[in-house]
């Protein structure tokens, strides 16, 4: 999971590298499709993370039709969406930009993005719900593999379809779309060969509309909280980035700069939340509570060391990692003020997220989605809000580092609660 998720965080730096070079314009237009593109992919990610916890569930139960009829009716609700999204986005691609401020030229090169992407944007959402039903099967090697090749052929594809090397057209902003769509549909063709070939449980079927009701249902009860936070953290991270623009642009470029060494700082934090939802659902499903606890404590210490590690290093090397990508010096400044402060409470985010994942596999997606919405919205931005009039930069930066250590603490008390009630519930014992 650690090399798919690099591999995602190349694939989104290579796009924004090569599409910078074509100029300001075509790069802003690129920026504005992120607001989209992470709508879509908040409701693909809530519907493959719901289908992973199920699956993983089912399958520590052996019930293997109900892993087949979770992998069939997951991957039709993903293409019923997608269906919605792609009609409705079509229809508004002119108004809804303009709404987000695009116009003149930036507007027509949102257009050429758009149209290729929303038509691609099907093999987008099938690998994501596809390896995340993989992942829930117990092999995470495939997924991440596979998202790695992904991540290596857009970086080969992106500078042939867009300047047009040797026998390529020259396609602009658009082979930046079209290499995305490409790069995509690998994984996704890669994703239908294992689940039907190799795991054989995609087989050719015409469902019931009562069974793939009753799929979607419990799909949709977990997926729904968690598309809205997916979305919603985005608006949070702009309504500080609003607060940061109060102290110059210098310090907003900063936070950018920061938030971009963060990503990948906390990628094996993020690996280990993404395994642990499998893990706890197999074990669930066959009754090994003891499993569930031992993984979850294992976890956090894993999340914890990790963390201790990562800011200790970040703090030594804040400086010259900063100067990697700014010699502007005010930027730097408040880059290094971030990795120092913020990257305290990288443990305690682990937690949350390990918790966050495992409480969604005990089908209490409100509980997961409820710390979330404690941390960003209860108090992190209201912190945030308080401190930048009384300490600053540093007081907002340190509003976020004190919402993952309260947060995180919350979320351990709260997993283990839910895993003892769960156990109890189902054989009578507690953990």
């Known amino acids: 999971m650690v090399m798919g998720m690099l591999g995602m965080v ?82 508004t691609v002119d108004q809804l930009f303009r709404t987000l401020g695009a116009e003149g030229q930036i507007l027509d090169y949102v257009r050429e993005y758009m149209q290729i992407w929303y038509f691609g944007s099907v093999m987008v959402v099938i690998p994501m719900i596809g390896n995340n039903i993989i992942r829930g099967l117990g092999d995470t090697k495939t997924p991440g593999t596979v998202m790695a090749i992904s991540a290596m052929v857009n970086v080969v594809l992106d500078p042939l379809l867009i300047f047009g090397l ?101 990628i094996f934090i993020g690996a280990l939340a993404s395994v642990s939802g499998p893990f706890a659902g197999q074990n669930l499903g066959a009754r090994k509570f ?68 495992v409480l969604n596999v005990l089908k209490k997606p409100l509980h997961s989605a409820g710390l979330t919405i404690l941390q960003t919205f209860g108090l992190y931005l209201p912190l945030a809000a308080v401190s930048a009039s009384l300490w600053g930069t540093p007081g907002i930066f340190a509003s976020l580092a004190v919402s993952y250590f309260v947060a995180g603490s919350l979320a351990h008390i709260a997993v283990h609660r839910q895993i003892q009630r769960f156990a109890a519930q189902h054989d009578g014992t507690s953990v």
């Open 10 to 91: 190349v694939f989104n730096l290579t796009d924004t590298y090569f599409v910078g070079q074509l100029g300001s314009e075509q790069l802003a237009a690129l920026s504005f499709t992120f607001p989209v593109v992470m709508v879509l992919n908040a409701v693909a990610q809530g519907v493959g993370l719901s289908s992973s916890a199920l699956v993983s569930r089912a399958v520590g139960e052996d019930d293997w039709d109900g892993v087949r009829k979770l992998a069939l009716h997951s991957l039709l609700l993903g293409v019923l969406i997608l269906a919605v999204i792609l009609t409705a986005g079509l229809l």
């Open 290 to 357: 003891d499993r569930v606890v031992l993984g979850m404590q294992t976890g956090e210490l894993l999340s914890l060391g990790v963390g201790v590690f990562t800011a200790t290093t970040l703090g030594l090397l804040a400086r010259p990692i900063a100067g990697v990508f700014t010699q502007d010096s005010s930027v730097i400044e408040t880059t290094v003020l971030y990795l120092r402060i913020v990257p305290l409470a990288y443990g305690f985010q682990g937690v949350l997220r390990l918790s966050a994942t």
């Open 166 to 266: 040797g026998p390529f057209p020259q396609l602009g902003i658009r082979g930046a779309a079209l290499a995305t769509v490409i790069a995509r549909s690998l994984t996704a063709i890669i994703a239908i060969y294992v689940l039907a070939f190799r795991e054989r449980i995609l087989v050719p079927q015409v469902p019931t509309p009562a069974a793939v009701w009753h799929s979607w249902r419990q799909l949709l009860y977990i997926a729904v909280p968690n598309a809205l936070i997916n979305m919603a953290l985005p608006l949070g991270s702009g309504f500080v980035t609003r607060i940061l623009a109060g102290f110059g642009p210098a310090v907003v470029a900063g936070f950018g700069v920061a938030t971009r060494i963060e990503m990948l700082a906390l």
